[in-house]
């Protein structure tokens, strides 16, 4: 039997987390986010500060602790059977990933959303998912060369989710991976 791998990627506050976990949940999949497990290290509950402030500690721009984090997430996609999502999976998982799926949604809507999630007002939300978005960029630019962003190049579906619901951007990955059935994988152990 095949052992799917399915990453997705997108920018802050584009839904692709929650959408992720319900993708594996239909597909009755395992679920990793690098990202959750990246924001458990700073100890706050509201997810937008957490990932800002621990992206502006030393440990948390530490190139090593990311590449832990890379391997952790290639080391579960090689096991198969799993949902991951996270800022870098297209790329980590792009010769490993059978459906590599970009999110994203406008400003505003990534500012309503991550508002709503961390119960604040939405224009402090907007401020704080440009920064996480910038943050990001940078660092990631720094670690590893490259504008997160361009992973959008090397997707197979991409969806605009600004005016869909979690269910409706869920459907349409689901559609998408029947419609793009594979051939079952030979493993060298086989």
Same mark, same amino acid.
């Given at each position: 039997m095949?052992?799917?791998?399915?990453?997705?990627?997108?920018?802050?506050?584009?839904?692709?987390?929650?959408?992720?976990? /319900?993708?594996a949940?239909k597909?009755?999949?395992?679920? +990793?986010?690098?990202?959750?497990y /990246?924001?458990?290290?700073?100890?706050?509950k509201?997810?937008? @500060?957490?990932? %800002?402030?621990?992206?502006?500690?030393?440990?948390?721009?530490?190139?090593?602790?990311? @590449?832990?984090?890379?391997?952790?997430?290639?080391?579960?996609?090689?096991?198969?059977?799993?949902?991951?999502?996270?800022?870098?999976? %297209?790329? +980590?998982?792009?010769?490993?990933?059978?459906?590599?799926?970009?999110?994203?949604?406008?400003?505003? =809507?990534?500012? @309503?959303?991550?508002?709503?999630?961390d119960?604040?007002?939405?224009?402090?939300?907007?401020?704080?998912?440009?920064?996480?978005?910038?943050?990001?960029?940078?660092? +990631?630019?720094?670690?590893?060369? /490259?504008?997160?962003?361009?992973?959008?190049k %090397?997707?197979?579906l991409? %969806?605009?989710?600004?005016?869909?619901?979690?269910?409706?951007?869920?459907?349409?990955?689901?559609? /998408?991976? =029947?419609?793009?059935?594979?051939?079952?994988r030979?493993?060298?152990?086989?």
């Amino acid at each position: 039997m095949r052992k799917l791998v399915i990453a997705i990627s997108g920018p802050p506050g584009s839904g692709a987390s929650t959408v992720g976990g /319900f993708v594996a949940k239909k597909l009755k999949m395992k679920y +990793f986010s690098p990202g959750k497990y /990246f924001k458990k290290m700073s100890g706050k509950k509201n997810e937008t @500060e957490a990932a %800002i402030s621990f992206l502006k500690t030393k440990r948390g721009t530490s190139k090593s602790l990311h @590449e832990r984090i890379d391997e952790l997430q290639i080391g579960k996609a090689r096991k198969g059977n799993i949902v991951l999502e996270g800022s870098l999976s %297209i790329h +980590f998982l792009k010769n490993i990933a059978d459906h590599k799926i970009w999110v994203y949604a406008s400003k505003r =809507k990534r500012a @309503e959303r991550t508002s709503k999630r961390d119960n604040v007002p939405v224009t402090k939300a907007l401020k704080k998912v440009l920064e996480r978005e910038a943050t990001e960029i940078k660092l +990631f630019k720094n670690i590893y060369g /490259f504008d997160y962003m361009s992973q959008k190049k %090397i997707a197979d579906l991409i %969806i605009d989710s600004s005016n869909l619901t979690i269910n409706q951007t869920v459907e349409k990955i689901l559609k /998408f991976i =029947k419609s793009n059935k594979l051939k079952p994988r030979v493993s060298k152990s086989d």
